[in-house]
């Protein structure tokens, strides 16, 4: 072999160390992006995990739609989880799997439920974080606005009250 032949060959595998060192650096680095915090309300956090999770949930309403919808949809769901905890309702692990059961029994899209819970792969603490908190939240903060006695007029309106007191930051992407 030539000394060109053995420099271009150096040379490759040179490169080739580059790339390879480079991808599991990259999947690395994701990696560690996955698990940090996006936002933090109050004391939940939203990772990017739990972002990409409801990207794909929506996708299976909604599969043309590819905008990323995640992180404000969560920022809303954990937002509202925090006010019913302030309001001496907060959202365990024990009302998430209730309210899981009582979705599985009710539910009029079976074949949409099961392909949420494909979406899921068997992380349930996500499929009750992101996929159950937002139902069951939705549903309660209203529930306890209408039976409650507030100022204010509308749900919109003691809401915004509610999500002004609450301690909301988003990290940039």
């Known amino acids: 072999m030539s000394q060109m032949e053995k420099s271009t060959q150096k040379i490759i ?3 080739a160390a580059v790339i390879i060192l480079g991808g599991i650096g990259y999947l690395i680095i994701s990696k560690i992006r996955a698990g940090q915090a996006l936002a933090q309300i109050g004391d939940l956090s939203i990772t990017q995990t739990q972002v990409d999770y409801r990207d794909r949930v929506n996708q299976v309403f ?3 739609n590819r905008e990323s919808l995640g992180l404000q949809q969560l920022i809303d769901t954990f937002t509202k989880a925090e006010v019913l905890k302030r309001n001496g309702q907060p959202v365990s692990t024990q009302v998430l799997e209730n309210e899981a059961k009582r979705i599985e029994k009710e539910t ?3 074949e949409a439920l099961t ?9 349930y603490d996500n499929y009750l974080q992101v996929f159950v908190m937002p139902i069951y939240v939705d549903r309660e903060t209203v529930r306890f606005f209408k039976t409650g006695n507030f100022p204010q007029n509308s749900f919109e309106d ?3 009250e509610q999500k002004s007191q609450i301690s909301i930051s988003v990290t940039p992407r």
């Open 62 to 64: 909604s599969p043309a």
């Open 115 to 123: 392909k949420i819970k494909l979406v899921f792969s068997g992380d």
């Open 158 to 160: 003691w809401f915004k």
């Open 13 to 15: 595998i040179a490169v």
């Open 108 to 110: 009029r899209a079976p």
